[in-house]
Each structure stands twice: as structure tokens, then as C-alpha cells.
């Protein structure tokens, strides 16, 4: 594989283990965070506290706050930044030179509040028919960037390019399988962090495995009945991208979502959580959203419901436990 460019927008956790996997295989890597003083921070001092903390980042990959910089002479431009920032972002990409002669991949897991719009139709809505794919699956940051074995799909339209794509990405460490299915890759990694904050109430509330079983199952069922309404292969959702990434955010320690919503089951508010969180937990703009799209193609997601009456309604979780478990009888 040749060395190329690549620019990676959004220095969290994500961002920053995309930047050192490039950078180790050998590739030019700009890093743009949009905090001045915590790019000058990251550039000096070459850890990632707040998002990635314990690993060290290479001289050799450059760290700007300068946008118009990360992007200069890119090849590849990867979207790392939360969803609910993105058409910002791009706004600003559109002002930069030959912005439409990049190829953007976008690992960005959310639908935008406004919209109701996946994140390739942020994209596309914004920097018209650029080449674009979207890279999703059960991907913890910190496990990546420490080489353990991990598991990822790229999805795009271009056969070409999710092929070209898959080859920049693949390590010992990360396999990375292509798709065609870009609703539902999309739809799989922003819906599971519901699922995720459910997960976390449920050991909040001191609930056990039988309990995390029935939210992982049904949640499940739910996702791929919308994604189905929405365009998505049913398959896709019993995929990396679906059924991988949905165990991974609802049981592993470092998942932002079920961390919120293990706060929520332990009796805190959803405005004192994210008072004290350094990132974005997608899933809670994800609920809204997702409980509005459940309207538009009248969709059945009573997981979804609940945790939108927990999250927006103040909706005790032990009710809305309840009336999940109170649901008429009926076939699986």
C-alpha cells in the first residue's frame, strides 16, 4: 500500500487511535482538534488525557488547531468529530481548496437532531457527490490503539473505494470487512447506544444477565425493524457493524453510553452526568432521534420509548421497567 495523506478531524478518543494506526503504517497523518489551547496541549506534551489516556502520541503526527492546514495536500480526510457538530464542520471544509477532490470516511456514530439525517447524508448534503464511505463496528478506542485483535466494516456505494479503503486500514491487529449497506452499517453504529444506555440502567438498578440477555435481543429486533423501514438489509444488523457493535457498547467498562445510563438506574439526572463527562455519549441526541424516526415510519421500538421517557420526561426507570415487562403477550 502506497503512503498517502490523511487528515483525521476530531481529536477524542477515536480520532487520536485512527491517527496512531495510520501513522504506524507508515502514512502522513495531521491531527486537528478544535480547542486551540488543548491542540497546543496535545502538541506538547503528546498525551491524550481527557480522551485517550496512558498512550502516547508520535512526534511525527501533526497536531493543529488550523483546519485549513489538517487539510492541506490530503488525500483522505476522516470525519471524527460528534454528530451533532458535523454539518459545522463541513461548512468549514466547502471554504478550503479542491475540498471535493478528497475521499472522506466518516467514523462519526449518530443521526443529526435537526434532520433526522444519517451522517453520509450530512455529508453529501453538504460537499455534494464527493467520494465518501463510512467506517463502523465494535471499535473501543483504547483496546484499539493498544493492538488488541479487533473487527471493523467500511461501507460505501464505491466498491473501489471500500476496497481501497479496507487495504489503508487493515493490521495484524484490526480486520476490516466492506459492505454495501451504508444505511444499515450507519443505522447499527448510532442505534445500539440506546440499547447501551439501557443496558447501563439495568446495572444501575443491580439487575442481572437475564435481564442485559432480554434489552440485548429485543433491542435487537427493534433496530433492524427501523433500519428495515429505512432501507437497511436486515442482515447487516446481525453483522460486526450490528449484533458486534451492540455487545461490545453494552457491556464493556469503557463505554460512554452505558456508563450514563448506569448513573441514571443509581437515582442521578441526566444533566448532572453529562455536567461531569469529557465526551459525548451519542446515544442520548441518538434517543430523540430515534424515538421521532420511530414516529415517521411507525415503527414499534418500546426499548427506545422507555429510555426516551427516562431520558426526556423524567420517567422513573424502575416504571418504565415495568410497563416493558407489563406489554400485552405476543410472538417473537
Request: glycine share 10%; aromatic share 6%.
Amino acid at each position: 500500500m502506497d503512503r498517502i495523506n490523511i487528515a483525521v478531524l476530531g481529536d477524542g478518543g477515536w480520532g487520536t487511535t485512527l491517527a496512531l494506526l495510520l501513522f504506524r503504517k507508515g502514512h502522513g497523518v495531521s491531527l486537528w482538534g478544535a480547542f486551540r489551547n488543548y491542540a497546543a496541549y496535545l502538541d506538547k506534551k503528546r498525551l491524550n488525557y481527557k480522551f485517550l489516556p496512558g498512550i502516547r502520541i508520535p512526534k511525527g503526527i501533526e497536531i493543529t488547531p488550523d483546519l485549513k492546514r489538517a487539510l492541506s495536500h490530503k488525500q483522505l480526510i476522516i470525519l471524527a468529530v460528534p454528530s451533532q457538530y458535523l454539518r459545522r464542520i463541513l461548512k468549514k471544509i466547502k471554504e478550503c481548496e479542491n475540498f471535493h477532490a478528497r475521499q472522506y470516511l466518516s467514523v462519526t456514530k449518530g443521526i443529526e437532531l435537526e434532520t433526522l439525517k444519517r451522517m453520509s447524508e450530512v455529508i453529501h448534503e453538504e460537499l455534494g457527490n464527493v467520494g465518501l464511505a463510512v467506517l463502523s463496528g465494535p471499535t473501543i478506542a483504547h483496546e484499539v490503539a493498544l493492538g488488541v485483535p479487533t473487527t471493523a466494516v467500511i461501507a460505501s456505494h464505491d466498491e473501489n473505494l471500500r476496497k481501497y479503503l479496507q487495504g489503508i486500514f487493515m493490521t495484524e491487529s484490526l480486520r476490516i470487512y466492506t459492505n454495501e449497506d451504508v444505511i444499515g452499517v450507519e443505522l447499527g453504529g448510532s442505534l445500539k447506544n440506546i440499547i447501551a444506555i439501557a443496558c447501563g440502567i439495568s446495572d444501575g438498578l443491580g439487575f442481572g444477565t437475564n435481564t442485559k440477555a432480554a434489552l440485548l435481543s429485543r433491542g435487537l429486533a427493534e433496530i433492524a425493524r427501523l433500519g428495515h423501514a429505512m432501507g437497511a438489509k436486515v442482515s447487516t444488523f446481525s453483522g460486526i457493524s450490528g449484533l458486534g457493535d451492540l455487545v461490545t457498547t453494552c457491556i464493556s467498562p469503557y463505554s460512554r453510553n452505558r456508563f450514563v445510563g448506569e448513573k441514571i438506574g443509581k437515582g442521578e439526572t441526566l444533566k448532572q452526568i453529562i455536567k461531569h463527562m469529557q465526551m459525548v455519549a451519542e446515544g442520548v441526541p441518538t434517543t430523540r432521534c430515534a424515538y421521532a424516526l420511530s414516529r415517521k415510519y411507525k415503527v414499534e421500538m418500546p426499548i427506545t420509548q422507555e429510555i426516551y421517557s427516562v431520558l426526556y420526561k423524567n420517567k422513573s426507570p424502575l416504571k418504565a421497567v415495568s410497563d416493558l415487562m407489563r406489554r400485552r403477550g405476543k410472538e417473537e
